[in-house]
């Protein structure tokens, strides 16, 4: 019975590593994050290092469906207006399979994009590899690279996903004041707050 017992202790322990071992570990404060190169709605690839002279990244994970990405979608277009002319190129990244969420498949986000007149990349991560690496779990997710792309933020975009009005603290824009000071963002995590990421089944 002992022999029976470890037998089945040693093939769950064979199994467990076989699935989790190609499983990214995502990415944390002081990472480096691995560059991508996606599909825009207007049809280009986009990679950060695209950017030569940026002075950081601000990489948001959201979509087209999710009520509380849509509640961002003013603001995040906002953000890209506002720190383009200050270094800072904002990537959209739609991390949703569209066969489990066809509202977020490429020809829809390529409508929402005209509607909303998005003034960024809206980036599509086909075959969902990007989102893993991340660690993104929620649209929308966000992380704040600095230019040689070290994480330096990750989570919300501030306090009040209901209002812009009602913002009280503005956590991405507070971590991109305190990268061009030169100082370390507090806070460096926040919870992120959204629907869950859409996966292929």
Known sequence: MKILSALLLFVSVIFTTAFTSNAPTPYKIGDTATDFKLKSVDGKMYSMSDYKSAKGFIVVFTCNHCPFAKKYEDRINDL??????????LFAINPNDPVAEPADSFDM?????????????????????????YGATKTPHVFLLDKNRVVKYIGAIDDNVDSASDVKEKYLENAIVALESGKTPSPEITKAIGCSI???K
């Open 198 to 200: 859409k996966v292929k």
């Open 109 to 133: 986000m390529k409508v929402r994009a005209k509607e909303k007149g998005f003034a960024f990349p809206y980036l599509l991560d086909e075959g969902q590899k990007i989102f893993p690496q």
């Open 80 to 89: 890209s207006k506002n720190y383009k002319s200050k270094g800072y190129v």
